[in-house]
């Protein structure tokens, strides 16, 4: 079958991207990721995707911009407050037993994510033990959440999911209206750090009790989920626990017999006993 010329457009570019700037899109789910890019032509004014990878290739700056579209910046405070209530109910009782805690979100877009998880291991007792790392491709959205600074509009919406997911105070105490939005508490913000790094191309980042990778996998193709995982995997301590998002799961992964679910329902694992 003859490809489209879009889509051998489309694979030039993502393979220009990787080359200039080291960004690897090429095992992105090709469905998923031509909406975002002929999105990202449109909206930057180029009359075909070879004028838009000329575009980005020639600027810095452009290439900032169609990083906005590839990457999915869109996230929410206690996002699926099931899972939160799952990490309370069976994740933490065991973290509670170690002396030190390391957890990676891994994917953490502008930050939402992070600064949940901080709040809920705030309440439970941890934060102050755990060291909190938080990673993205997306520069703009790791800048952003570095400032801790979120609209207003949608803490309404954030609460209720803060509620939901068992939390044990107001929730507007872990910010105060500043700069035209909400700003998030300092103690917050100072727990996490915030780093770049890539799934598709980087190595395994720190060594884990925790890692949370919601709502990433599902733009990625088998291969590079598997890589994904596999990541986590080597992360993880031995019996370290895996957050999903609610669309994805270990069930056909080439990870499947490595990790048992402890709630299937809220896509939270634990890493086999039989592994290191």
Request: include cysteine.
């Amino acid at each position: 079958m003859t490809l489209a010329v879009a889509d051998i457009e489309i694979r030039l570019l993502v393979q220009a991207v990787h080359l200039r700037y080291g960004h690897d899109f090429r095992d992105y789910a090709f469905a998923s990721l031509k909406r975002r890019v002929l999105q990202a032509q449109e909206r930057m004014g180029a009359d075909t995707i070879s004028a838009l990878q000329e575009q980005v290739l020639h600027d810095p700056a452009q290439f900032a911009q169609l990083l906005q579209y590839l990457t999915v910046p869109v996230s929410e405070m206690f996002r699926d407050p099931a899972y939160f209530l799952a990490l309370r109910r069976h994740v933490v009782p065991v973290l509670r037993t170690y002396p030190s805690l390391k957890v990676w979100v891994a994917g953490c877009s502008t930050g939402e994510e992070a600064y949940s998880l901080a709040i809920l291991l705030q309440e439970e007792g941890l934060l102050e033990r755990t060291i909190l790392y938080a990673t993205d491709i997306n520069h703009a959205s790791l800048d952003k959440a570095r400032h801790g600074i979120f609209r207003l509009e949608p803490m309404q919406s954030f609460t209720r999911n803060y509620q939901r997911a068992g939390g044990l105070r107001s929730f507007s105490d872990y910010y105060t209206a500043a700069y035209g939005g909400a700003l998030f508490d300092k103690g917050l913000r100072r727990s996490i750090t915030f780093a770049d790094h890539s799934l598709a191309t980087d190595a395994v980042f720190s060594e884990t009790q925790l890692v949370s990778c919601r709502n990433v996998l599902i733009y990625f193709n088998r291969a590079l989920q598997d890589r994904a995982i596999g990541l986590f995997h080597e992360s993880l301590t031995r019996r370290g626990f895996l957050g999903l998002g609610s669309k994805e799961t270990l069930d056909f992964s080439a990870y499947a017999d490595r990790f048992e679910p402890v709630s299937r329902a809220d896509r939270v694992y634990r890493k086999s006993g039989s592994d290191a």
